[in-house]
């Protein structure tokens, strides 16, 4: 175990002060529900807090009005709970659109409010706003503007190029209310402005606002103080992390376009960071003007893709994880020596198909229990298996133990294929899964070591998930949950880690916990042609 990091909703972990004395609590009938229960929602107007509460479903929830502009906004008063969570509190109201791509109607959810001098960051904001999204709303995160007077349009190309997406005239006192509880922002844009302009843009603005609230009402039921266990080793493998540098690497040295043929990486953030770089990324060599560079991705390619490359006369720098490597020279070794090989994995995949591709006549895909009994060799003392690097240990196994049952002579690879990160990373989401009451698995859903990861942790009987982001957790996972656990499979950048917990710590308080099996010094040396 590593140690122990705190991490607040906003206000608290922002040193916003909570309200003094000359601020007055709002004479409301609807009152401020129970510390931790429920849902406050502070609305500028009138009109605003109806269209609210017309969209409210629980009977917790409560809406009030604060009043327009800052002044009224700075003397909204918030009972003082010391103790609790407090109840999640969300402005909600209608704003000026600053950006050209926002419609009326359209929802910002606040990543930071601020007024240029002071800013309050809102972490949470990733993940209302993309269950706005999953809603069927049109919904963005971004910083919203609090200014003293409603915007002239002179005045929007400024606010914007500041790095606001919104304007409107309390948010950034009302947040400053809620200190020290979970607090969102959703501003609904009526583009004429906010007040006067609540005619035009506002009756879409105001149709938006009530259809947010009961999912304003799922995130305020989110909000929790959490412990989160991190897996130790998670994230990127030695293998990646090379094939990645190779991609930079190549674009530093030879300019772009760089082609990389299928994704260098199964990672779709990874993949769209290259790209933005100069990377193209095509199924097929045909793809690939003659005499350009091409870089072969981590899971490896068949010896066809070879000769085709050096066919079209293309400058081929291999990418392929040395692990995989090995694998193939295994494949090409058993079937020089006349074995059929069993290579245990998963059909379709890449790594699979390169290593089928070694030696296609002598080569046979079985992935269950059940394939081995249906298989059939020419000479059942001249069996070999291989397995796919990513797959899950003990399922492999099974398949393997099958294997041997029937073909007691058996050869096996001379070290294990199943690699040293796969079987790292599984064994520690084991470790955290066994006391979470949710895991989160950091990766993309083509990526087969990081679906394992999400098996793994299902068979220890704990509900997982496989996320590209923060923006994917649904908020109905976290309900009840108070310890999550995370990882991140060998593909999944370890930004996103943080990124998930960031996110998280706007739900409430979260600490979080690192939970190390073992540590890992694998470092791959890169290819000569990208050598300094
Ligand atoms: S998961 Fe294993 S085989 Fe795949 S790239 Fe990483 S180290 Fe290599």
Redesign the pocket.
Known sequence: MTETIPMSPSGGANGVPSHGARKTALDSRDGDPAAGTGLLVLAPMLLEANAVRRGLTRPTSRVRRAGVGQSRASKVAIASQPDALGTPVVVMGTAAGLDDDLSPGDLVVATEVTDGRESIPLPGAVLLAAELRRAGLRARAGQVVTVSHLVKSAERPRLAAAGAIAADMESLALVRAAAGRPVAVIRAVSDAGFGLGIVTGGLAALKSLRQAAPIAEKWAAACADRSVLLAGPRSF????ER?IEIVERALELRGAPVYVRKQI?HNKRVVSDLEQRGAVFVDELDEVPAGATVVFS?HGVSPAVRTDASDRGLSVIDAT????SKVHAEARRFAREGYTLALIGHAGHEEVEGTLGEAPGSTVLVQTAEDVAALSVPDKSKVAYLMQ??LAVDEATDVATALREKFPQMRAPGSDDI????TNRQAAVRAIAAEADLVLVAGSKNSS?SVRLVERSERAGTEAHLIDGAEDIELAWLDGVSTVGLTAG?SAPPAVVSEIIDALSGLGTVTVTEKITTTES?QFGLPREVRR
């Open positions: 493998c030695a293998g990646v094939a990486v981590a994880c040395p692990l995989v690097t990513t690699c040293y990160a796969t070591n060998a694998v």
